[in-house]
């Protein structure tokens, strides 16, 4: 089995989901007896990889490829798996690969399992991936080629099987892309406002506060326990806090020693900022809410009878 | 100027989503059918586009009978035509074939623009519009936070959020398939007089025997299923009193957080 791995970067040090997906194609390909192969588009980060156990490290030196550009990523992609002809393309479930890669499950007609959390080799390799806001989880079975990407956390960078592996240095022919996309350069909205990862304690905010005027609230209880103020992202939507409040995949990745949520229901792009907190305590009155099922204290109940009486008592 | 906007009828949050026995359907009285959230604020900025640049708006689902409620409400909201896709006899599972089945009935239409939502709220594959981009050689667009039209109708300028706040202007040529982040607009509500309109709306129809594509089949739901728990939950329940009192035990006690 041939396994075709996309690493992501940017400045030269690559993305840690990429690095996980990475770890997830070498154990997916120790089932399969497999080859691994990583592209990357960085040199530094091609000479970074190998120290690690793969088949081939393919670095694609084109200037194209030095900023993000869908099509020219299509392409060399399009170019590689032409040759490598892999039964299996990985990725890390970054908001990069949500922009590029369906295209390329339309261009290679691979399906494109999105956002993964897991796999098990049944005969077939069956992928598990939430559906439902992480209410239910799915099954789903890849007979013949497909594209799988991973979602952050799921699988750990650490346990990277260390090798000595050597880079296939290539520059691609992408005269023929016609520049239908032209991105221009990154910038910041505002100055970092608040920096949430180095904090002890975090009540954070979500729809279930149902209204700007019930803040407040929320903030007393901050208050009492020393605690910073964060928030998922309907709050920041609504515009009840500033973006740089939010926490999850947009926004800030936190692992306070406890993580108070309040009225977060915990939909999936909000739990990757936020699981690795040591102790997490989510009020909800949906005893069935995702959030409970990554918390160690789930209170079941309504914010506004509970939260004035715990604030009294602190 | 043409503009398809890609709408999806799903369960609500509310819905309590009992699974039958063949661990793929649910049980239909576990579910309320609403828009996809995140569609509702594509529609939204395809009826703003409309307003400014005189564009047609047409609204496009795919799926059982009962999805027509999502055409009926777009057609109200201001919607020009509609067009519905009956999933009977066809697999909906794969996003795939989601994409080649919509693509084969909206290609002729040479739209200008297709806009959909980020993502669905029940399936979340988050590819369907990128699919169509590529199948029908078009530009692209994801996590879209702000839309101007440019050059005579040729262009579009885009705002895109990238990863951990960062934000970048990309400029595209028409036609292009954009997926709308959440929160970029509000979408409105239907009128009155937009709702007596949509009797007057045209929704054309197509069904099995009028779509021709090439079915992957690679893809295969086996099970749908609770997530097992990762770790030990401790609940705390009560009256209001009590949770209180419990609350403020764990954060003095346990967690030594509190004198």
């Not at chain 1, 194609?25 to 192969?37: D, F, M, Y």
């Not at chain 1, 209410?135 to 799988?148: C, F, H, T, Y």
């Not at chain 1, 998922?232 to 947009?250: K, N, T």
């Not at chain 2, 086996?222 to 009192?245: H, N, Y």
Request: hydrophobic share 35%; glycine share 6%; proline share 3%.
């Amino acid at each position: 089995m041939e396994i075709v791995v996309f690493i992501q970067s940017i400045d030269g040090i690559p993305n840690n989901n990429s690095l996980e997906s990475l770890c997830a194609a070498q154990k997916i390909s120790e089932t399969k007896n497999g080859n691994v192969h990583a592209i990357t588009f960085d040199k530094d980060v091609a000479n970074n990889l190998t120290t690690f156990d793969l088949a081939n490290i393919i670095y694609v030196s084109n200037d194209e490829l030095k900023d993000y550009n869908p099509l020219y990523y299509l392409k060399s992609l399009e170019l590689l798996c032409n040759e490598i002809n892999p039964n299996l393309i990985i990725c890390g479930h970054s908001y990069q690969t949500r922009d590029w890669v369906p295209r390329l499950s339309a261009r290679l007609d691979y399906p494109f399992i999105s956002d993964c959390i897991n796999f098990s080799d049944e005969g077939e390799i069956n992928f598990t991936r939430p559906i439902y806001q992480a209410k239910l989880n799915e099954k789903i079975s890849l007979s013949g080629n497909g594209i799988v990407s991973f979602q952050a956390g799921s699988f750990s960078k650490d346990e990277l099987a260390q090798g000595n592996s050597s880079i296939n240095e290539k520059s691609l022919d992408l005269s023929g892309v016609e520049l239908t996309i032209n991105p221009g350069e990154r910038f910041k909205e505002s100055a970092d406002g608040i920096d949430l990862s180095t904090a002890e304690v975090i009540v954070s905010i979500g729809r279930g506060l149902s209204k700007e005027e019930n803040i407040p609230l929320a903030k007393s209880l901050a208050e009492k326990l020393n605690a910073q103020i964060g928030a998922s992202r309907p709050v920041v939507d609504a515009g009840w806090l500033d973006h740089s409040y939010q926490i999850g995949s947009s926004g800030q990745t936190v692992s306070p020693k406890l993580y108070l949520a309040v009225g977060i229901s915990g939909a999936i792009q909000h739990l990757v900022g936020m699981k690795g907190s040591k102790n997490i305590m989510a009020i909800n009155k949906d005893p069935n809410a995702p959030i409970f099922e990554i918390s160690d204290y789930a209170v079941v109940g309504d914010i506004f009878e509970i939260l004035p009486k715990l604030i009294e008592q602190l | 100027m043409k503009i398809c906007v890609l709408i999806k009828q799903v369960a609500s949050e509310d819905s309590s989503l009992v699974l039958n026995d063949d661990k793929l359907t649910f049980d239909s009285g576990s579910i309320n059918f609403v828009s996809n959230e995140p569609d509702t604020y594509a529609l939204e900025e395809a009826l703003l586009l409309k307003e400014n640049n005189n564009a047609e708006v047409t609204v496009c689902t795919f799926g059982s009978d009962s999805c027509r409620q999502v055409l009926k409400d777009a057609l109200a909201k201001g919607a020009d035509n509609g067009i519905f896709i009956s999933n009977e006899g066809i697999d909906d599972s794969s996003p795939i074939n989601i994409a080649k089945v919509i693509t084969s009935c909206i290609k002729d239409q040479n739209f200008d623009l297709i806009l959909s939502g980020l993502q669905s709220n029940d399936i979340g594959y988050s590819q369907i519009g990128l699919l169509i981009a590529e199948y029908l050689d078009t530009s692209h667009a994801s996590l879209v936070m702000g839309t101007e039209i440019l050059d005579n109708n040729n262009k579009v300028k885009v705002k895109l959020e990238l990863e951990n706040g960062w934000f970048q202007w990309s400029e595209l040529s028409l036609p292009s398939s954009l997926t709308i982040q959440s929160g970029i607009n509000t979408p409105r509500y239907a009128t009155l007089k937009g709702i007596m309109s949509v009797k007057n709306k045209e929704v054309k129809e197509y069904s099995k025997d009028n779509i021709s594509y090439t079915e992957n089949n690679n893809y295969k739901v086996v099970e749908r299923f609770l997530p097992q728990k990762s770790k030990e939950t401790m609940t705390i329940d009560g009256s209001p009193d009590e949770i209180a009192e419990k609350m403020l035990d764990v954060l003095k006690n346990k967690l030594r957080l509190v004198q």
